[in-house]
């Protein structure tokens, strides 16, 4: 196994002069940084493999749900019972219930790192299924995922199971 000599500071990025960058370094997510006037960052710790750039959230915002009874009318509430999404090879995610009024109510955050992984080695990328309770009786249901963190993420789709109040 060749074990590479890191280095501190990548230069090369010229186009971002003044700019606050995301950094990615050895696959593992690093503080901000500010390029210097000359094109360099410079990292906490030394590192092999850096990719940097402007940050950016993705966001995924379902459409709002209208569920309807079974003799085809409108139901006026309903409950998500569970949310299942199903991604690929995506490190760190959140998933933020927003209010009628598009405040968060509740964010969960699915964690990059599981507890008993090594902490001395990159984390490993997760396919498959997140499952989540639901948020209660709610009539506007808004479900928004994100990434927050400049890891990658995809989701492959989201399936909801609702418990509808058809009085």
Same mark, same amino acid.
């Given at each position: 196994?060749e ?16 700019? @606050? %960058? ?5 696959f ?5 940084r500010?390029? @210097?006037?000359?094109? %360099? ?10 990719? $940097?750039?402007?940050?950016? =959230? ?10 309807? $009874?079974?003799?085809? =009318? ?20 959140? %998933?933020? *219930? ?40 709610? =009539?506007?249901?808004?479900?928004? %995922?994100?990434? @927050? ?7 492959? @789709?989201?399936?909801?199971? *609702? ?5």
């Amino acid at each position: 196994m060749e074990i590479l000599e890191g280095t501190r500071t990548f230069q090369g990025f010229d186009h971002l002069i003044g700019a @606050s %960058v995301d950094i990615v370094a050895d696959f593992a997510a690093h503080p901000q940084r500010t390029v @210097s006037d000359t094109g %360099v960052i410079s990292l906490q710790l030394p590192a092999t493999n850096v990719i $940097a750039g402007l940050p950016y =959230t993705p966001e995924l915002e379902l459409l709002h749900p209208e569920p309807f $009874a079974g003799d085809s =009318t409108r139901v006026q509430q309903f409950r998500p019972r569970n949310i299942n999404i199903l991604v690929q090879d995506t490190i760190g995610t959140e %998933v933020v *219930f927003q209010d009628e009024d598009g405040n968060e109510e509740r964010v969960e955050t699915i964690p990059a790192r599981k507890f008993g992984q090594p902490m001395d080695a990159a984390v490993p990328p997760f396919t498959g299924a997140l499952e989540l309770a639901g948020n209660g009786w709610v =009539t506007p249901f808004n479900l928004i %995922v994100r990434q @927050s963190i400049p890891m990658p993420i995809t989701v492959l @789709s989201i399936i909801l199971e *609702f418990q509808v109040d058809d009085t």
